[in-house]
């Protein structure tokens, strides 16, 4: 079974760059079978869907984030990547990196927890 | 893109069923078969429990069921037990490869 392990700092300031990575262990990111994505939960609230991107080199993202929003994919460190610009204290969550069959996340990491705040 | 609709709270007691609603729109639930559902513990991530509407994922009991009719999706948990406990999410495609979530719902075992 895949695993999937967020890395990034914990503490953002206001108007600066979030950068996560997520590491993929037990499977190849390349795999045909597999998207990947990036969900995001705000503090005693719900999920949200950030964006995803697959092999075939289809990257989508929620439209509300898309002008701050870049995800890519390093097959060479079997990893994929999240940049959010701009950020405010709206950003602050648990952020979430997953494995996604059809429309499903099937394997998720643990999470990490990201504060915005000077 | 608003997200799906769920009730912030449903209970029932050990053994009891219970079912979680999940409501969208002509343009997500009710145009594709690609409703979820995940389960979440506190401070843990969530766990897919159902796929395409109504598939279930290896490991995932067969108490745990869902459905689809019309813009609504629903997720039904028969004979409740204790370690259902958590909160429920459903989550949709919505076309043009983007994806929503519902708002969650706590499940309480009495």
């Known amino acids: 079974q895949l695993q999937l392990q967020e890395s990034g700092p914990g503490l953002v300031k206001p108007s600066e760059t979030l950068s996560l990575t997520c590491t993929v262990s037990s499977g190849s990111i390349s795999s045909s079978s597999y998207c990947w994505g990036w969900i995001r939960q705000p503090p005693e609230r719900g999920l949200e869907w950030i964006g995803s991107?697959?092999?075939?080199?289809?990257?989508s993202y929620t439209p509300s984030l898309k002008s701050r929003l870049t995800i890519s994919v390093d097959v060479s460190k079997n990893q994929f990547s999240l940049n959010l610009n701009s950020v405010t204290a709206a950003d602050t969550a648990v952020y979430y990196c997953a494995s996604r069959k059809w429309y499903s996340f099937d394997n998720w990491g643990q999470g990490t927890l990201v504060t915005v705040s000077s | 893109q608003s997200a799906l609709t769920q009730p912030p709270s449903a209970s029932g007691s050990p053994g009891q069923s219970v079912t979680i609603s999940c409501t969208g729109s002509?343009?997500?639930?009710?145009?594709?078969?690609?409703v979820s559902w995940y389960q979440q513990h506190p401070g843990k991530a969530p766990k897919l429990m159902i796929y395409?509407?109504?598939k279930r994922p290896s490991g995932v009991p067969d108490r745990f069921s869902g459905s689809k009719s019309g813009n609504t999706a629903s997720l039904t948990v028969s004979g409740l037990q204790a370690e259902d406990e958590a909160d429920y999410f459903c989550?949709?495609?919505?076309?043009?490869?983007?994806?929503?979530f519902g708002g969650g719902t706590k499940l309480t075992v009495l």
């Open positions: 395409e509407v109504s």
């Open positions: 991107v697959c092999n075939s080199g289809s990257i």
């Open positions: 002509s343009s997500d639930v009710g145009a594709y078969s690609y």
């Open positions: 989550s949709s495609y919505a076309g043009s490869n983007n994806l929503l």
